[in-house]
């Protein structure tokens, strides 16, 4: 089964590519249009909720080279943090 996507590629000035998944409103970018278009097919999976769960958080911002005490500590502070923070 096949589906049809709209995806519009962008070269940009200052080098690289970036594709756009128009009906998802998901993006991504590349030095290649190749590379663009699989980060792209990456960050539609991952938006879709495919990928693994997280088992360890601390220390999997750790390797995003976070510090999870910040995070834990500006989770206390604020209620409006991004989705993927709290």
Do not use: N, Y
Not at 8 to 21: C, H, K, P, Q, Y
Not at 39 to 51: F, I, K, P, Y
């Amino acid at each position: 089964m096949s589906t049809t996507r709209k995806i519009t590629l962008i070269e940009e000035e200052e080098g690289g590519w970036s594709a756009i998944d128009e009906e998802l409103g998901v993006a991504s970018c590349g030095d290649t249009r190749q590379e663009a278009l699989e980060m792209l097919d990456e960050a539609v999976a991952l938006h879709q909720g495919e990928g693994e769960p997280i088992k360890d958080e601390d220390a999997f911002l750790e390797e995003l080279g976070l510090d999870p005490e910040e995070i834990h500590a500006a989770r206390e502070q604020h209620d409006e943090l991004p989705e993927f923070m709290q």
